[in-house]
């Protein structure tokens, strides 16, 4: 990961300092304890750390878990030890950026398991929390699955909307290809509009809210001419026979859309 920019997160909260954390005096040193009180999957230290650095360049944070590790409810996961009003104040956005990523990485790692041994990859979104896109793709991938593009400018995706405003799909792939080098994705809503995707010889096609019977007649018809992708309502109990299907990917937004963030509690005590 490149260093990541915690001011933003920090000064939603500090405003113009905070006025608590003031009654301590500034001098005081403490240590704090890090646990989960939930099973997870650990991800942002990064970001954890950067918030309590800033605070206090001279804070030690010793980690007992690695990012991407699985563990227990009750875990310690780290202890800290610094000035105790840098502590105070960045418990709170420390905190909500790890419990956040965990809960992505958490939920990743459950569906990537869900699908072991099969040769298809599961896929994000751009169905992300605003301000945390790279960070949660990041953590989608610490929990085991795959990115999708990063933004609209990184990938061609043309939906229904699209394809209404270009005339046709073969028209919408024809203005991307000639606009952009970017591969280009094509959303079908059946296997009709399957086959004029198919004509238009796009990178890879979206099976929106396709059928398991749908999706391996796709599978079928496009017989290796294009990547194939399912989409949309798609779960933790169904995903497995959806990836049996034969399609190469699947795409959930809930990887970062649904997320509950991971219950965590830090515990601070006053040395000195």
């Known amino acids: 990961m490149n260093k990541v920019n915690i001011l933003p997160f920090l000064e939603e909260d500090l405003g113009n300092g905070d006025i608590t954390a003031a009654i301590i005096p500034k001098h005081r040193r403490a240590t704090a304890e ?23 360049a001279n804070v030690i944070i010793d980690w007992h878990v690695a ?3 699985s563990i227990a409810a009750n875990t310690k996961i780290c202890t800290l030890s610094g000035l105790a ?56 991938k610490c929990g085991g699955c795959f990115n999708h593009r990063v933004g609209l400018f990184d990938g061609v995706l ?28 094509v959303e079908v809503e059946n296997l009709a509009e399957l086959e004029q995707a198919l004509n238009a010889k796009p990178n890879r096609i979206m099976l929106d809210n396709f059928t398991l019977d749908d999706l391996r007649q796709a599978v079928k018809i496009t017989a290796g001419k294009a990547e194939l992708e399912a989409s949309g309502n798609i779960h933790l109990t169904t995903i497995r026979k959806i990836a ?24 601070i005590q006053l040395v000195s």
């Open 34 to 56: 890090l646990l989960t009180r939930e099973s997870m999957v650990l991800c942002g230290r990064e970001w954890f750390d950067a918030v309590f650095k800033h605070l206090d």
């Open 67 to 69: 990012e991407g590790e």
């Open 85 to 140: 009003c840098a502590l105070l104040t960045g418990e709170r956005t420390a905190m909500n950026l790890l419990q956040t990523l965990s809960a992505t990485a958490t939920i990743s790692r459950q569906y990537a398991e869900a699908i072991q041994g099969i040769n298809c990859k599961i896929l994000d979104t751009r169905k992300t929390i605003p301000g945390l896109r790279i960070a949660q793709k990041y953590a989608v």
């Open 158 to 185: 043309i939906k229904e909307n699209h394809i209404m405003a270009a005339g046709s799909i073969t028209n919408a792939v024809q203005i991307a290809r000639e606009q952009s080098n970017a591969p280009i994705e």
């Open 244 to 267: 049996e299907t034969g399609v190469n990917f699947i795409s959930i937004g809930a990887l970062t859309k649904n997320v509950q963030a991971i219950d965590l509690s830090m515990r």
